[in-house]
């Protein structure tokens, strides 16, 4: 499963970088059947500081490495890095499978 954690302190920023992700879910479902992601927003200033110490504008980490800090990030590049977590995510489970 992939874990995308939002880090913002503000909501309505969470909310715009949460809408983002789901839009290109959305759209990976159709081509990545069976993709599981896990969504967690996080406004805790000590957790936001484990990752960055950008607290005002909204961060994005995908499996624990941060890939957007203190900015929007656009759909194409939300796209791009599901589909490397995705791909090095299978590649995981054939080795240890």
């Known amino acids: 499963m992939i874990e ?3 880090l913002g302190c ?4 969470r909310y715009v970088v949460k809408r983002t992700l789901l839009a290109v ?3 990976l479902l159709h081509e990545l059947p069976g993709l599981q992601v896990q969504i967690v ?3 805790d200033y000590s957790e936001i500081e484990r990752y960055t110490s950008i607290l005002i ?8 490495r941060l890939v957007c800090r203190g900015r929007f990030p656009s759909k ?3 796209k791009r890095w599901l589909r490397a977590a995705a791909l090095l995510e299978k590649e995981t489970l ?4």
């Open 76 to 78: 194409a590049e939300v």
């Open 25 to 27: 879910l959305d759209e």
């Open 41 to 43: 927003e996080i406004n």
């Open 10 to 13: 503000r909501s309505a920023q």
């Open 4 to 6: 995308c954690l939002i």
């Open 57 to 64: 504008f909204p961060s994005l980490v995908i499996n624990k």
């Open 94 to 97: 054939i080795v240890s499978g």
